[in-house]
Each structure stands twice: as structure tokens, then as C-alpha cells.
């Protein structure tokens, strides 16, 4: 089975997927870097809009790779009631 994932920076832009077919809703802002995050806000208010109508996928950000900070961002979005949490693992800079 297909299903599209459409990636998207808030409410804004929520509609336009859904209308467009998305199967998945991914919160994120490219602005930010590859992983940039939106605000927890941004994200609690694109998943009441999507009312149940597609799951939400967001992601921590752009984080360092500290186990404990990683942690901490994963339970905040967790939190918002984002169906996945994406969290991206980059090489160490030592």
C-alpha cells in the first residue's frame, strides 16, 4: 500500500494537504535546517484543525547529540499529541 506523506510548517498549510490527499501530516520547518522544528503550539494547533482526519507526524529539531537533551524534546512533542516523533541522529562533531 502507498500513502503520502505531506510535509507542512502549521495550520496554514494543514488544509491544502489533507485537500490533496496526505495520508500522513508532518510537521516540520525546512527554514530551520533539515530537521528544523515547529513550536509546540504550532503543532497542537495543526492537530486539533486535523481533528483525527490524518495521523501528525513533528520533529524534535535540530538538536546536539546529547542523550538527555534529545530526551527532553522527544517528551515536549510527545506531549502535544503528535502521533510520531521524529528525531534525527547526526554525527558527533569529536
Same mark, same amino acid.
Given at each position: /500500500?502507498?500513502? /503520502?506523506?505531506?510535509?507542512?510548517?502549521?495550520?496554514?498549510?494543514?488544509? #491544502? =494537504?489533507?485537500?490533496?490527499?496526505?495520508?500522513?501530516?508532518?510537521?516540520?520547518?525546512?527554514?530551520? @535546517?533539515?530537521? @528544523?522544528? &515547529? *513550536?509546540?503550539?504550532? #503543532? +497542537?494547533?495543526? #492537530? *486539533?484543525?486535523?481533528? @483525527? +482526519? =490524518?495521523?501528525?507526524?513533528? &520533529?524534535?529539531?535540530?538538536?546536539? /547529540?546529547? %542523550?538527555?537533551?534529545? +530526551? =527532553? +524534546?522527544?517528551?515536549? #512533542?510527545?506531549?502535544?499529541?503528535?502521533?510520531? &516523533?521524529?528525531? @534525527?541522529?547526526? %554525527?558527533?562533531?569529536?
Amino acid at each position: /500500500m502507498t500513502r /503520502m506523506l505531506a510535509s507542512i510548517t502549521g495550520v496554514d498549510e494543514a488544509e #491544502i =494537504a489533507l485537500s490533496g490527499g496526505a495520508d500522513i501530516i508532518d510537521l516540520k520547518d525546512p527554514k530551520a @535546517g533539515a530537521l @528544523g522544528a &515547529v *513550536s509546540t503550539q504550532t #503543532i +497542537r494547533r495543526t #492537530i *486539533s484543525l486535523i481533528a @483525527g +482526519r =490524518a495521523p501528525v507526524s513533528a &520533529v524534535c529539531g535540530d538538536l546536539p /547529540m546529547e %542523550p538527555e537533551t534529545i +530526551r =527532553a +524534546r522527544a517528551e515536549e #512533542i510527545a506531549a502535544t499529541g503528535a502521533d510520531y &516523533v521524529k528525531i @534525527g541522529l547526526f %554525527p558527533s562533531a569529536n
